[in-house]
């Protein structure tokens, strides 16, 4: 049970610790908890033909300018690894979290920085999230371990890369009688997420866990840069969402019955969208672990694995994306078929470059990179260069068809496995991975 809890939480949540929230946040409560009532009914969308290929050549972000669109969401760890989770926000700028807190490159991996509030335990980092190199925003928890049914959070925010914070709150969370499950441990607790799109219209989506295995959601969204936050009703799915714009945003729900869900009213309500597989993969289930990342606010891509079951566990038989090119309003699929032998390796970490160039690495200790040049209409294969020495790459992100970082963990199907102790030839300890040619090499 704890395993099963523990992989609905890990595939869709930024795991850490949480920062230090001043003893007054009980008193600031301006949140009370609330009774939110059932969501409106699922409303099936089916993708319709392919949308046109993008035009233009794709731009990359100034390394000291904001970014023109959001960028890539954090990556996740492992639940007992090193490095928990980073994000890679320019070719050259991105932070990485440990449990010594949060730490800053703007050179490419080379030098890092911990920034950190000062006095605020690194333990207690709960999300994190930066539009561009200066501006950033971190959850942050009132206790080191939450243990009670009632749960205090901040959110800290930053527009000089971490040189100062100023902090406001989220209020006190009611669980409903259950009691969060302490901290980090073993990926139990309280997981926060923040994203912005722009400096100012952003959301912090929660997720709880008890010791009694329950779940509870919390969505909370803000105009003015998180100085306020109003409460919304919790969104489907894990607390892992991507918005396209002010407006609309994207959830994924895992498991048998999940899918995507969009809403159009900035998280207040949410409906389902059909992603049909297509007909060379009738008979197959569309897997989803994260929702789509978009180059603009219409050229979005959908990471997904089309699977079958066989005896009693899940065969992947093609990897891909679903594209769209009009905002999400129809979506296509681009996939390329698995060879045998990589079928039946789980948790295929994928990722769009720009608008043309996708990537998926597959095969036994990711020891292949798959490669789209034109948007997922023809596929090439290289060896990645990791050479299984990594029981599980489970992020990653590229700011370029160059660059990109990946996170990686003990094995996808159980922490019981890994390197005992790690050696050359097999590191468990969770590393924070960059390449700087596509996926063929990393350090």
């Known amino acids: 049970a704890r395993l099963t809890a523990l992989s609905v939480l890990l595939a869709g949540a930024l795991l850490g610790g949480g920062l ?25 969308v089916p993708p319709t033909t392919a949308p046109a290929a993008a035009t233009g050549t794709p731009t990359t972000a100034a390394a000291a300018a904001p970014a023109r669109f959001p960028s890539a969401p954090p990556m996740v760890g492992d639940a007992e690894g090193t490095v928990l989770a ?18 800053w490159t703007g050179d490419g991996a080379r030098s890092w920085r911990t920034i950190t509030p000062a006095k605020v335990p690194g333990g207690r980092v709960r999300g994190a999230f930066f539009l561009d190199p200066r ?26 890369a971490g040189g100062s914070w100023q902090w406001s709150s989220l209020g006190e969370l009611d669980l409903g009688g259950d009691n969060a ?28 866990s008890s010791d009694t295995y329950e779940a509870h959601s919390f969505l909370f969204r803000t105009t003015d840069g998180g100085a306020t936050w109003d409460r919304l009703p919790p969104p489907p799915g894990a607390p892992r969402l991507a918005f396209s714009s002010r407006t609309t945003g994207w959830s994924v729900v895992q498991g048998g019955a999940g899918g995507l869900y969009r809403t159009t009213d900035a998280g207040r309500s949410w409906r389902g969208v059909a992603l049909a597989p297509p007909p ?32 009693g566990q899940p065969r992947i038989l093609a990897a891909g994306f679903y594209v769209t090119a009009d905002g999400g309003a129809t979506w296509a ?35 292949k990179v798959l490669t789209s040049r034109d948007g997922g209409g023809r596929w090439s294969t290289a060896t990645s260069g990791l050479e299984g020495r990594y029981p599980a790459v489970r992020g990653l992100a590229f700011a370029d068809p160059g660059t990109g970082w990946a996170v990686t963990g003990r094995s996808a199907g159980s922490l019981d496995y890994g390197c005992h102790p790690p050696t050359p030839r097999c590191d468990d300890r969770g590393v924070l991975l960059r390449t700087t040619d596509g996926g063929t090499t990393w350090s």
């Open 20 to 44: 230090a929230v001043r003893t007054t946040l009980a008193g600031d409560d301006r949140y009370p908890a609330v009774t939110v009532p059932p969501g409106p009914p699922t409303t099936a």
């Open 86 to 103: 980073a994000q890679l926000v320019t070719s050259e700028s991105g932070w990485a979290l440990t449990r010594a807190g949060l730490a």
């Open 135 to 160: 501006t950033g925003w971190m959850v942050a928890s009132a206790r080191q371990r939450e243990t009670g049914s009632r749960v205090q959070l901040a959110v800290y925010r930053t527009g000089d």
């Open 181 to 208: 499950a302490g901290g980090y441990e073993g990926g139990f607790g309280v997981l926060a997420l923040p994203s912005f799109v722009d400096q100012r219209h952003g959301w912090v989506a929660v997720q709880t």
């Open 280 to 311: 060379a993969l009738r008979g197959t289930s569309v897997r989803l672990r994260e929702p789509p990342t978009f180059k603009s606010q219409r050229d979005g891509f959908l990471p997904v694995e089309f699977t079958r079951q066989e005896g």
């Open 333 to 367: 699929p681009r996939y390329v078929p698995l060879a045998e032998e990589d079928e039946e390796h789980g948790l295929l970490p994928q990722a769009a470059a720009d608008r043309r160039t996708l990537l998926a690495l597959v095969g036994p200790g990711a020891g």
